[in-house]
């Protein structure tokens, strides 16, 4: 009998894991209803036409990252036609972001084709029943969580009023906000997901939700093909590996930014003492920070070969340079391990949302091409089918005798919060619930002045930075999930007391 442990965003997503490991799942499976679930039922932060990367590890072979990251649209299409379609918005969520929204801000969704491919390649439970959660509760309705209220409240008026089905799914008739933990139905949802179950992914890139979708897109100037889901493929890469002491660490590799970046950090710290987070360790992890955000932004950004950047950005944190040389949006994560040493982290995206909900499919579209402080280079950000730019970066540690999945969503803070994470447990030697609920800081690199964010209770050195202190913990700074198996099947789960998070350990079936 199988033990499965999986953190995830809600109480009710750990459920669903729960079910399928009671039907024998492994890790994997798990992860996979429970990211179905939270992907589904978490309106505003996540959607299901969105990106996805995935990174499992089984015992005894290579860690693998499958890419469902969004890529550019617009195959078949001339010039002209291209670039069209998409709003600016400034919403004061963060401290300020401006987004482009509206159909030519739907880039080409991967979420589905990453999930169809770990479960053909890793799974023991049938695609239908993984599925089966997911479809009752948004038959049946679900509570609206609290950070999707929270999110909501910045940008359920001016991103989530284009459509009428998912505008009065989060409000009511005089257009003020549903309450926090109300229940939520999304129109045509559970029959669209209950499509999926019953003919596949591909009902989704070349049937009739394809034509939905893309209809939709080109009438209001948008770019999204029948031919750029017809063509679009989820992509397994070997993950990208870091040493840590005695763990070896596997994240999302290039062309996604996210892992890289973090793999620069852990290398940067590698040397930290062990000790509590001092003001000396703490002006450490400010210029770690620093050099790794300013190196993503002058280089690795706008970069045409992403994989030579990263490459020479990991040679300059190995050698001690990248301080010498370089110092100067929205998603859902879910990890799960086994007592089989199999493990899994799932992080997707659909961006901040584009507002777009084709008529009849309870699908919320993605703004990815809109993300303009990770996408830089707008609307024209390539050739169709280029993947864009990506902070996700879903983690496994392995040493012997032990593997740890973690991730986290959060935006640009992704790479942030995982790097503090995995130096709070790995190299501080603090419990997995203890690391996750440390404060934490960020380096704000988004605007025209860098500023430093940060949570109370920290011990913060004097720097040349403005500083915004936030006195609780706050889901700005992401939200960790990670499980750990170690010594022949002790388990450790834990979620983010920044969001309402939910850890489950599971007796398989």
Same mark, same amino acid.
């Given at each position: 009998?199988?033990?499965?442990?999986?953190?995830?965003?809600?109480?009710?997503?750990?459920?669903?894991?729960?079910?399928?490991?009671?039907?024998?799942?492994?890790?994997?499976?798990?992860?996979?209803?429970?990211?179905?679930?939270?992907?589904?039922?978490?309106?505003?932060?996540?959607?299901?036409?969105?990106?996805?990367?995935?990174?499992?590890?089984?015992?005894?072979?290579?860690?693998?990252?499958?890419?469902?990251?969004?890529?550019?649209?617009?195959?078949?299409?001339?010039?002209?036609?291209?670039?069209?379609?998409?709003?600016?918005?400034?919403?004061?969520?963060?401290?300020?972001?401006?987004?482009?929204?509206?159909?030519?801000?739907?880039?080409?969704?991967?979420?589905?084709?990453?999930?169809?491919?770990?479960?053909?390649?890793?799974?023991?439970?049938?695609?239908?029943?993984?599925?089966?959660?997911?479809?009752?509760?948004?038959?049946?309705?679900?509570?609206?969580?609290?950070?999707?209220?929270?999110?909501?409240?910045?940008?359920?008026?001016?991103?989530?009023?284009?459509?009428?089905?998912?505008?009065?799914?989060?409000?009511? +008739? *005089?257009?003020?906000? /549903? &309450?926090?933990? %109300?229940?939520?139905?999304?129109?045509?949802?559970?029959?669209?997901? =209950? !499509?999926?179950?019953?003919?596949?992914?591909?009902?989704?890139?070349?049937?009739?939700?394809?034509?939905?979708?893309?209809?939709?897109?080109?009438?209001?100037?948008?770019?999204?093909?029948?031919?750029?889901?017809?063509?679009?493929?989820?992509?397994?890469?070997?993950?990208?590996?870091?040493?840590?002491?005695?763990?070896?660490?596997?994240?999302?590799?290039?062309?996604?930014?996210?892992?890289?970046?973090?793999?620069?950090?852990?290398?940067?710290? +590698? *040397?930290?003492?062990? /000790? &509590?987070?001092? %003001?000396?360790?703490?002006?450490?992890?400010?210029?770690?920070?620093? =050099? !790794?955000?300013?190196?993503?932004?002058?280089?690795?950004?706008?970069?045409?070969?992403?994989?030579?950047?990263?490459?020479?950005?990991?040679?300059?944190?190995?050698?001690?340079?990248?301080?010498?040389?370089?110092?100067?949006?929205?998603?859902?994560?879910?990890?799960?391990?086994?007592?089989?040493?199999?493990?899994?982290?799932?992080?997707?995206?659909?961006?901040?949302?584009?507002?777009?909900?084709?008529?009849?499919?309870?699908?919320?579209?993605?703004?990815?091409?809109?993300?303009? &402080?990770?996408?830089?280079?707008?609307?024209?950000?390539?050739?169709?089918?280029?993947?864009?730019?990506?902070?996700?970066?879903?983690?496994?540690?392995?040493?012997?005798?032990?593997?740890?999945?973690?991730?986290?969503?959060?935006?640009?803070?992704?790479?942030?919060?995982?790097?503090?994470?995995?130096?709070?447990?790995?190299?501080?030697?603090?419990?997995?619930?203890?690391?996750?609920?440390?404060?934490?800081?960020?380096?704000?690199?988004?605007?025209?002045?860098?500023?430093?964010?940060?949570?109370?209770?920290?011990?913060?050195?004097?720097?040349?930075?403005?500083?915004?202190?936030?006195?609780?913990?706050?889901?700005?700074?992401?939200?960790?999930?990670?499980?750990?198996?170690?010594?022949?099947?002790?388990?450790?789960?834990?979620?983010?007391?920044?969001?309402?998070?939910?850890?489950?350990?599971?007796?398989?079936?």
């Amino acid at each position: 009998m199988t033990k499965v442990a999986v953190a995830t965003t809600s109480a009710l997503a750990a459920e669903a894991a729960r079910e399928i490991a009671a039907n024998g799942g492994n890790a994997v499976d798990c992860a996979l209803a429970a990211a179905l679930f939270t992907i589904n039922t978490e309106p505003g932060v996540c959607a299901l036409a969105g990106s996805a990367f995935i990174t499992v590890w089984l015992p005894g072979s290579e860690p693998i990252t499958i890419d469902g990251n969004v890529a550019v649209p617009g195959r078949g299409l001339t010039k002209g036609q291209l670039g069209r379609g998409a709003s600016s918005v400034t919403i004061t969520y963060g401290g300020g972001i401006t987004t482009l929204v509206g159909p030519g801000s739907v880039a080409i969704p991967g979420t589905l084709a990453a999930l169809d491919r770990a479960s053909t390649l890793f799974g023991e439970t049938p695609w239908k029943e993984l599925f089966a959660p997911t479809i009752r509760a948004t038959r049946d309705g679900f509570p609206l969580s609290s950070a999707c209220h929270y999110y909501l409240g910045y940008s359920g008026e001016c991103i989530f009023s284009r459509s009428d089905d998912g505008f009065f799914a989060l409000h009511h +008739a *005089d257009r003020s906000q /549903r &309450e926090n933990k %109300s229940l939520i139905v999304v129109p045509h949802l559970a029959d669209t997901l =209950a !499509a999926i179950a019953d003919e596949g992914a591909r009902i989704f890139y070349e049937g009739e939700l394809a034509r939905a979708m893309t209809d939709h897109v080109r009438a209001g100037d948008g770019a999204l093909t029948l031919e750029d889901l017809k063509h679009y493929e989820a992509v397994e890469r070997p993950a990208l590996k870091v040493e840590i002491d005695d763990w070896t660490i596997a994240t999302n590799p290039p062309p996604a930014i996210g892992g890289a970046v973090l793999a620069s950090m852990l290398l940067a710290c +590698a *040397d930290l003492p062990h /000790r &509590e987070w001092d %003001s000396a360790a703490l002006l450490q992890l400010i210029q770690v920070q620093r =050099a !790794a955000l300013d190196y993503r932004r002058r280089r690795l950004d706008l970069a045409d070969d992403i994989g030579a950047e990263a490459a020479a950005l990991l040679d300059s944190a190995r050698n001690g340079q990248l301080l010498s040389r370089w110092s100067s949006a929205s998603t859902v994560h879910t990890s799960a391990v086994d007592d089989n040493g199999i493990a899994c982290a799932i992080t997707a995206s659909s961006g901040y949302g584009s507002g777009e909900m084709p008529a009849g499919t309870g699908l919320w579209l993605n703004n990815c091409l809109g993300e303009l &402080e990770l996408n830089r280079r707008g609307l024209d950000a390539g050739p169709p089918g280029q993947r864009l730019p990506s902070n996700m970066a879903p983690s496994i540690a392995r040493r012997k005798g032990a593997v740890l999945a973690a991730g986290s969503p959060g935006a640009d803070r992704i790479t942030t919060a995982l790097h503090q994470f995995f130096v709070n447990a790995l190299q501080l030697g603090m419990t997995l619930e203890e690391a996750i609920a440390h404060p934490r800081l960020h380096v704000d690199t988004s605007g025209e002045e860098d500023r430093l964010m940060a949570e109370g209770g920290l011990d913060l050195p004097e720097v040349d930075l403005p500083v915004t202190i936030m006195p609780e913990l706050n889901m700005y700074f992401g939200g960790i999930g990670a499980t750990l198996v170690e010594n022949g099947g002790d388990i450790q789960v834990a979620s983010d007391p920044r969001r309402a998070g939910g850890a489950v350990i599971c007796d398989g079936g």
